[in-house]
């Protein structure tokens, strides 16, 4: 099926260790994004790629970095993991139908602990 | 920068009735797009339906539809004939054109329960 996968599904960590999350897309998507979201709050912007080879901050990319690996896969590193940093993480991708923007595909989330 | 609100956190409706969800949002942009998403138990975002600013004509999707009101900033989605599948956290997002980056800004969200 056509969409964007994600993983791993669920991730506990321990302060201070490390890991990234891995996301492809299908679609040939020029543009993919990071966000995460905590309780009671939607979706916040951590890293955006607009296009192979560009990378964004967003609105919260402390503690983070990103790696547009080729045009179907965009990951997420945490260096060193905090307990704030416990949230679920989406990734997703946008592209255009008929040359306008259409809108965004999102995986189906991680949920990390930071213990 | 862009702002998306959704003032109520909570909203409920008899499984058959109609619905109706608020989102305002604040921009200086002309051209742009809103969209509601629909988030389940399984967290999955689906969307549930997209409105380009400019077209006038308020957007449908079987027994989602929108009321946008460009003047107001204002972007309701109205839920006709409600089903137990339509319980789920709503999210009003918004997305301007390139100079945004092409981010997409949520609101808070509303939490529907569907009454059997």
């Known amino acids: 099926n056509a969409g964007v996968t994600q993983t791993p599904k669920f991730q506990v960590l321990k302060t201070g260790q490390s890991m990234t999350l891995q996301c492809a897309q299908d679609?040939?998507?020029?543009?993919m994004y990071w966000y995460r979201q905590d309780p009671g709050m939607g979706l916040r912007l951590i890293y955006y790629?607009?296009?192979?080879?560009?990378?964004d901050k967003g609105e919260v990319p402390n503690g983070y970095n990103v790696s547009r690996l080729n045009k179907r896969e965009f990951s997420l590193r945490l260096e060193s993991a905090a307990p704030s940093q416990t949230s679920v993480y989406f990734c997703?991708?946008?592209?255009?139908?008929?040359?306008?923007?259409?809108?965004?595909?999102f995986g189906s989330g991680t949920r990390l602990t930071v213990v | 920068a862009q702002t998306v609100t959704q003032s109520q956190p909570e909203m409920s409706v008899q499984e058959a009735e109609t619905v109706t969800l608020s989102c305002t949002y604040d921009?200086?942009?002309?051209?742009?797009?809103l969209f509601w998403y629909k988030q389940p138990p399984s967290r999955q975002m689906i969307l549930v339906i997209r409105?380009?600013?400019?077209?006038?004509q308020n957007a449908t999707e079987n027994r989602f539809s929108v009321n946008f009101q460009k003047a107001a900033k204002s972007f309701s989605l109205k839920i006709s004939d409600s089903q137990l599948g339509d319980a789920a956290m709503y999210f009003c997002?918004?997305?301007?054109?390139?100079?945004?980056?092409?981010?997409?800004?949520f609101g808070e969200g509303t939490q529907l329960t569907v009454n059997p």
């Open positions: 997703a991708s946008s592209g255009t139908r008929g040359g306008r923007f259409y809108g965004y595909t």
């Open positions: 679609m040939n998507h020029n543009s």
């Open positions: 790629s607009a296009s192979e080879g560009t990378t």
């Open positions: 921009t200086s942009e002309s051209d742009y797009y």
């Open positions: 409105q380009e600013a400019y077209k006038q």
């Open positions: 997002a918004y997305r301007g054109q390139e100079t945004s980056g092409s981010r997409l800004t």
